[in-house]
């Protein structure tokens, strides 16, 4: 499965930026999926993750109330909405795919990635 994740940027804190991940070589609606940030200088971080129905989800305390994760399976594509940004949201974000729901606040649970987009939160 290929992972290719866009919509990063620069942002003024206090701003909104929408990720998207497209999916392609198999079928979105197998995987649960999740999004993985690594700031310079950090190991990296689960952000968000969502079931492959999209009923469960899973979000670090630092994100709770500002990010959403959405999926649209007949799209392929997976979505990270993040509010309010903060400086310290500052990372390179990857979207990630895994089989199955174990737990998904550890990054090392997922088997596919992609390549990253970078986000940049100014004060």
């Known amino acids: 499965v290929q992972l290719q994740a866009s919509g990063g940027g620069l942002m003024q804190a206090g701003g909104s930026l929408r990720l998207s991940c497209a999916v392609s070589?198999?079928?979105?609606?197998?995987?649960?999926m999740g999004w993985v940030r690594q700031a310079p200088g950090k190991e990296r971080e689960s952000v968000a993750a969502?079931?492959?129905?999209?009923?469960?989800?899973y979000y670090t305390d630092s994100v709770k109330g500002r990010f959403t994760i959405s999926r649209n399976n007949a799209r392929n594509t997976v979505y990270l909405q993040m509010s309010s940004l903060k400086p310290e949201d500052t990372a390179v974000y990857y979207c990630?795919?895994?089989?199955?729901?174990?737990?998904?606040?550890?990054?090392?649970?997922?088997?596919?990635w992609g390549q990253g987009t970078l986000v940049t939160v100014s004060s």
């Open positions: 969502v079931s492959v129905g999209g009923v469960r989800t």
């Open positions: 990630a795919g895994t089989r199955k729901w174990n737990n998904p606040g550890q990054s090392q649970e997922y088997n596919y």
């Open positions: 070589g198999r079928t979105l609606a197998n995987y649960v």
